[in-house]
């Protein structure tokens, strides 16, 4: 079983995050058991270096619970010029960043886009990060399953209207390929939280999904991927890919 919990901040500065997000984040902690903690997508509205303060505050939060933390995404400065990237912290170690593969509007003449889908291997299965907008198109997910994961982590950043199409999307990248998908998004007037985490489960002869929303800025699941592990592997045998179709033989009429 694996214990998720998404904390929903609001956007802020990191001098806001030092001065008074650290503690609202300590009192939420000392509540909760997790294994997977997720964040959204650029909650922390500086651009960062690699090394910062917030990293630096979850992987010694990682560390002494011995748990995977993806703390949301931020803009960061580093090889790239400029990126929208999620570090990774399993068991305090910072892993890898992912880097979101396809820049949303605004963010295509700042943000250089990743060109390469990290897998994770963790105790509980395996992983990845799909940052916002990556998640809207079934690639990324499509990959990730065939290659072992059971878990797509979605720090998001969503504004209240389009709410019902974000759900739409996670739910749907969970039920076509057969594994969950945890998805964080900021709350706050503009955004509204409203996280849910997702998974699918056999039923009869077909494949329904439970989601779980956030209540009061938290989300809390349990997971267990052994429900969905057979319909996994049985999804990624019979998906067609391409459907073998070689140059010339699409026909147009």
Not at 73 to 97: C, E, H, Q, T
Not at 142 to 158: D, F, Y
Request: charged letters at 25%; one cysteine or more.
């Amino acid at each position: 079983m694996i214990r998720l919990l998404g904390i929903e901040p609001g956007r802020m500065s990191l001098a806001e995050f030092e001065s008074s997000e650290v503690r609202k984040i300590d009192s939420i902690l000392k509540e909760e058991e997790f294994d997977v903690m997720l964040l959204p997508e650029k909650w922390i509205t500086d651009t960062l270096e690699e090394s910062n303060p917030a990293v630096d505050y979850f992987l010694d939060i990682s560390r002494e619970t011995k748990s995977i933390i993806v703390p949301g995404s931020f803009s960061l400065k580093n090889g790239m010029g400029y990126s929208n990237s999620s570090p990774v912290i399993i068991d305090g170690r910072l892993v890898a960043w992912q880097h979101k593969m396809i820049p949303y509007r605004a963010e295509r003449g700042s943000m250089a886009p990743g060109n390469s889908l990290n897998i994770y291997n963790t105790r509980f299965g395996r992983i990845s990060v799909a940052i916002c907008y990556d998640i809207d198109f079934p690639y990324f997910s499509k990959i990730s399953a065939l290659n072992g994961v059971v878990m797509i982590l979605n720090p998001s950043l969503i504004p209240s209207q389009f709410h019902r199409e974000w759900h739409m999307y996670v739910e749907s990248r969970a039920l076509e390929n057969r594994i969950s998908a945890f998805s964080v998004n900021s709350s706050g007037e503009l955004f509204g939280g409203n996280s849910i985490a997702v998974w699918p489960y056999p039923d009869g002869f077909g494949v329904r999904i439970q989601t779980i929303r956030s209540e009061n800025g938290i989300l809390r699941a349990a997971i267990d991927p052994g429900v969905f592990e057979s319909i996994r592997n049985s999804r990624a045998e019979e998906d067609p890919g391409s459907y073998s179709l070689k140059e010339g033989s699409v026909n147009y009429f």
